[in-house]
C-alpha cells in the first residue's frame, strides 16, 4: 500500500463567481522510502497540496489517505494525533524561537507531546546527532548559520521518528552552498530514518540532486 494515496482531490476557496480552483481532480500516489519533489509556478497548488497531507486543511471533494488514515474523515482531535506522530514539517521560515537552544528547539513537539523526560532527552541527542549539530545543542538561534537554523528545524521536524516529512520550500531562504546542504541532508535522513519526503521547490536542479520522482503541477493538476 502506498504511503499516500490522493483520489480526484479538489479543493476550492470562495463561492459564486470569486470561486478559486486550487486543486483540480488531483490523482497520485507516494511509495514508503520515496522522495517526490513537486515543482511549479506560483498558484499552480503546491502549497494548498501541502496544507492538505500536513492536515491543516481539507479537500472539498476527493479522499486522502496517509499511512492508511483518511484525512478527508478525520476529525479535528485524530488529525492533531496525525500531525503529532504520523508526519513531520520544515517550513521555509526556521520558527525557531529566540532565547532558546538549539536542545531545547528540537525537544519542543515533545514537551507538548509530554514525552517522559529520560525518553525526550535521547530523542533529542539523536536528531541533533543525525543533522550533524550535537556540538552546537546549547546554541541559541543568533549564534547560528542560515544553514544551522534549517537544520535544528529539521532536527525538531524529526524527532519523533515521522513515516512522512513533508517540506514546503525548505532551502528558500538560504544560499546555494547551504541549499544543497539541506537537501542532501535531507536525502540522507530519507536513507538513515527510513522515512518517506515530500518537497516543494522552485528549484529543478536541487530536485534533479536528490528526488528519486518529479511531480510538476499546473493550474491545480499534476502535469503529464
Given at each position: 500500500?502506498?504511503?499516500?494515496?490522493?483520489?480526484?482531490?479538489?479543493?476550492?476557496?470562495?463561492?459564486?463567481?470569486?470561486?478559486?480552483?486550487a486543486?483540480?481532480?488531483?490523482?497520485?500516489?507516494v511509495?514508503?522510502?520515496?522522495?517526490?519533489?513537486?515543482?511549479?509556478?506560483?498558484?499552480s497548488?503546491?502549497?494548498?497540496?501541502?496544507?492538505?497531507?500536513?492536515?491543516?486543511?481539507r479537500?472539498?471533494?476527493?479522499?486522502?489517505?496517509?499511512?492508511?488514515?483518511d484525512?478527508?474523515?478525520?476529525?479535528?482531535?485524530e488529525?492533531?494525533a496525525?500531525?503529532a506522530?504520523?508526519?513531520?514539517?520544515?517550513?521555509?521560515?526556521f520558527?525557531?524561537?529566540?532565547g532558546?537552544?538549539?536542545?531545547?528547539?528540537?525537544?519542543l513537539p515533545?514537551?507538548?507531546?509530554?514525552?517522559?523526560?529520560?525518553?525526550?532527552?535521547?530523542?533529542?541527542?539523536?536528531?541533533?546527532?543525525?543533522?550533524?549539530?550535537?556540538?552546537?545543542a546549547?546554541?541559541?538561534?543568533?549564534?547560528?548559520?542560515?544553514?544551522?537554523?534549517?537544520?535544528?528545524?529539521?532536527?525538531?521536524?524529526?524527532?519523533?521518528?515521522?513515516?512522512?516529512?513533508?517540506?514546503?520550500?525548505?532551502?528558500g531562504?538560504?544560499?546555494?552552498?547551504?541549499?544543497?546542504?539541506?537537501?542532501d541532508?535531507?536525502?540522507?535522513l530519507?536513507?538513515?530514518?527510513?522515512?518517506?519526503?515530500?518537497?516543494?521547490?522552485?528549484?529543478?536542479?536541487l530536485a534533479d540532486?536528490?528526488?528519486s520522482?518529479?511531480?510538476?503541477?499546473?493550474?491545480?493538476?499534476?502535469a503529464?
Open positions: 500500500m502506498p504511503l499516500v494515496e490522493l483520489r480526484d482531490v479538489e479543493k476550492r476557496y470562495g463561492r459564486g463567481a470569486a470561486e478559486v480552483a486543486l483540480r481532480g488531483v490523482t497520485m500516489d511509495e514508503r522510502g520515496e522522495f517526490v519533489a513537486v515543482l511549479g509556478r506560483s498558484g497548488g503546491k502549497s494548498t497540496l501541502m496544507n492538505l497531507l500536513a492536515g491543516l486543511d479537500p472539498t471533494s476527493g479522499t486522502i489517505r496517509v499511512d492508511g488514515r484525512l478527508s474523515q478525520a476529525t479535528p482531535a488529525l492533531a496525525y500531525r506522530r504520523t508526519i513531520g514539517v520544515v517550513f521555509q521560515q520558527h525557531l524561537l529566540p532558546r537552544t538549539a536542545a531545547e528547539q528540537v525537544a515533545l514537551v507538548l507531546d509530554e514525552t517522559p523526560p529520560g525518553e525526550r532527552a535521547a530523542l533529542v541527542a539523536a536528531a541533533l546527532d543525525a543533522v550533524g549539530l550535537s556540538r552546537r546549547t546554541h541559541v538561534p543568533a549564534e547560528l548559520s542560515g544553514g544551522e537554523q534549517q537544520r535544528v528545524a529539521v532536527a525538531r521536524a524529526v524527532v519523533r521518528k515521522p513515516p512522512l516529512l513533508l517540506c514546503d520550500e525548505p532551502t531562504n538560504l544560499d546555494s552552498v547551504n541549499a544543497e546542504a539541506v537537501v541532508l535531507l536525502s540522507g530519507r536513507a538513515r530514518l527510513g522515512c518517506t519526503v515530500v518537497m516543494i521547490t522552485h528549484e529543478p536542479d540532486r536528490v528526488a520522482r518529479r511531480v510538476r503541477m499546473e493550474d491545480g493538476r499534476i503529464p
